[in-house]
């Protein structure tokens, strides 16, 4: 049975890439005015509630206009 110190090490850094992406995308979301598909409402409900890659990934994705 693993231990939470046999897995931490993986943990922190997974959580800290999960974070940084979360803010880039919301950053991203907040500075852009168009997207593919959706609203800036719709996009930060995704990007916040699917918090661990999804959301993010999917705003990148699906939302991003190409510039």
């Known amino acids: ?3 939470i ?3 931490l090490p ?3 850094p997974l959580a800290v890439v999960e974070l940084a992406l979360l803010a880039y995308t919301i950053h991203h ?3 852009h005015n168009t997207y593919k598909r959706g609203s800036r ?3 930060i409900a995704v990007a916040v509630i699917g918090m ?3 959301g993010p990934i999917l ?3 699906l939302g991003k206009e190409e510039s």
């Open 1 to 3: 049975m693993l231990t």
């Open 5 to 7: 110190q046999e897995v």
């Open 10 to 12: 993986f943990l922190v």
């Open 29 to 31: 979301i907040l500075t």
């Open 41 to 43: 409402g719709l996009w």
């Open 52 to 54: 661990q890659f999804i």
């Open 59 to 61: 705003y990148f994705l």
